[in-house]
């Protein structure tokens, strides 16, 4: 997942970029704009403590069992725009994603150096700005379930019900936990990845009563994931 550029007609690494709730992979940036924005990037977010992924245009702020993810999002032309949101671990999968809507900035266009740094350093700030309010929003996982669980039910969203379900299973709301999940399991299995996804879900709808299980689960789920992203293995404090 980490991007370098061509050397001696050798094509570059790829990147990864958001599409919908995933971030896939693209060929790797070549411009000025991707140095031009690293540097303004590490004025505004390093000293937030967040770290840059390898030399791409991503940025995670890393909770442990969540992550701030930051995409200064590459144009079909050159220049930027900007992503922000943030992604529960306990999906256990090998890509970043945003799980929770993100704030969207729109897209600044590169012509020059000296046009798009000040630009740069703009789009820098507001990332800065809503890592921080991120992390305002959701302080400790009795104020993500509240979110989470508050959310309008959307027909065909299982995956609103999934997350809802495991945060009220581990903040000890069994009953809430398990209303959740049953919405899961009453979407047809149209596909592997929904049949995939009930399975996960009747496994925790067995456990939803028991918080300590329920927390292993995740635990599992976090750490698993956290080993298919590359980051650093990390002792969990869920709560």
Known sequence: MLLNSSVHGVPP???????????LLVMADCSPVL????SAARESLKPLGLAQRGRSRLWIDDHGWWLGVVEFT??????????VGAMWLWYDVDHLAFHVDAVRTGLELFRTEDQFTPLALDLSRQAAANVTALREKFPALPNVARYLTSRPV?????????DAGIAA????????????FERVLREDALAPWIAKAQEKTRELHAIAADCDAVTAWVTRAVDSCRSKLGLDPMVLAIS
Do not use: E
């Open 74 to 83: 590459p144009p079909r032309t050159a220049g930027s725009g900007l992503y």
């Open 169 to 180: 299973a581990l903040i000890g709301d069994p009953d809430m936990a398990r209303d959740h």
């Open 13 to 23: 690494r790829p990147m990864v970029v958001s599409v919908g709730r995933s971030i």
């Open 154 to 162: 959307r027909r065909g969203f299982l995956w609103d019900s999934f």
């Open 35 to 38: 140095r031009i924005i690293t």
